[in-house]
């Protein structure tokens, strides 16, 4: 299984001038100005990857090289809103799988098939004959409190640690960072996680 994000977010939870002034950074026009937004995206898709949930619209395309052997396909990502499934026959010939086969069941981010259903029993391509489109978030939806948070906390703490490994207190700024900036995520009512 491979998933590609086609769409992005259409904004960011902070704009540049709030983290510059979270920063404590001049808000006008400045050389890190590319940098901090580059911090600002990074800091919303790690959130998004923690909690499992898109806030703001986003399009994926998952691929799938053959169906699964139960009667559901597990979505990486919570609330989908939107699904559209197509496979390729060995003759490389695409198909559509009519929406009356299965239900997209947003609450537990899953295609499944309706009752007395299976999948096609066509002969796929030998290789990612299966893709999944589905979109997520909804971009009337505001960023919540929380999510903001994690990305200012998030966003000064690798614009104050540069490198990847630095020497001295870095151990205490990423066990503070854990343990204040995760603790905001794990307290958000909308968290999705998948356990195996």
């Known amino acids: 299984m491979t998933l590609e994000k086609i769409t992005d977010a259409s904004s960011e939870p902070l704009t540049l001038t709030e983290a510059k002034i979270w920063l404590r950074e001049d808000p006008a026009a400045g050389p890190n100005d590319t940098d ?4 600002i995206k990074a800091a919303r898709v790690h959130a998004e990857g923690y909690l499992g949930k898109c806030v703001k619209e986003q399009t994926f395309q998952m691929t799938l090289d053959r169906w699964p052997n139960c009667d559901f396909i597990q979505l990486p990502r919570f609330k989908p809103s939107s699904v559209t499934v197509t496979y390729r026959n060995s003759a490389e010939q695409v198909q559509t799988l009519a929406s009356s086969e299965y239900v997209l069941n947003a609450a537990a981010a899953r295609i ?3 009752y007395s259903k299976t999948w096609p029993s066509t002969v796929l391509s030998p290789s990612g004959a299966i893709l999944v489109s589905f979109t997520a978030g909804d971009d009337n939806a505001a960023y919540p409190s929380g999510i903001k948070m994690f990305c200012k906390q998030a966003i000064a703490h690798w614009y104050r640690n540069r490198e990847a490994v630095t020497l001295g207190n870095s151990a205490v700024d990423s066990k503070l960072l854990q343990l204040g900036a ?4 794990d307290n958000d009512p909308g968290k999705f996680r998948q356990y195996s």
Not at 36 to 39: A, K, N
Not at 182 to 185: A, G, N, R, T
Request: aromatic fraction near 10%; charged fraction near 20%; charge should be neutral.
């Open 36 to 39: 901090i937004q580059d911090l």
């Open 182 to 185: 995760y603790q905001i995520l």
């Open 112 to 114: 499944a098939l309706r």
